[in-house]
């Protein structure tokens, strides 16, 4: 069983930056694709971001294409979403995710941390 923990959500104003973190225990991390999703209010959940098992492919969603970043560290078991120029349309519960190769369901997931962005 794999366990995450979202951290560093926050309020912060348009156009600042914003680093949400995740810990991951209990698995081998290492085996994991992990991803970052994202709800707004009255809003499906969304896919956001995710890397790789080596942290060599990342993916994004086009909204946030050039201002999200994401990274891994398989020696410390963490990933994280490093957001630049972020926008009142980016607030939303940030969701760390992970899922194993060859499956596209995503299989563990954090309790979620709050960003919220005013404008």
């Known amino acids: 069983q794999v366990q995450l923990v979202e951290s560093g959500g926050g309020l912060v104003q348009a156009g600042d930056s914003l680093r949400v973190s995740c810990a991951a225990s209990?698995?081998?991390?290492?085996?994991?694709?992990m991803g970052w999703f994202r709800q707004a209010p009255g809003k499906e959940r969304e896919f956001v971001a995710e890397?790789?098992?080596?942290?060599?492919?990342?993916s994004y969603v086009e909204s946030v294409k050039g201002r999200f970043t994401m990274f891994r560290d398989n020696v410390r078991n963490t990933v994280a979403l490093q957001m630049n120029t972020l926008k009142p349309e980016d607030t939303a519960i940030y969701y760390c995710a992970a899922r194993r190769p060859g499956t596209s369901r995503y299989e563990y997931w954090g309790q979620g941390t709050q960003v919220t962005v005013s404008s």
């Open positions: 890397i790789d098992r080596s942290g060599g492919y990342r």
């Open positions: 209990g698995g081998t991390f290492s085996s994991f694709f």
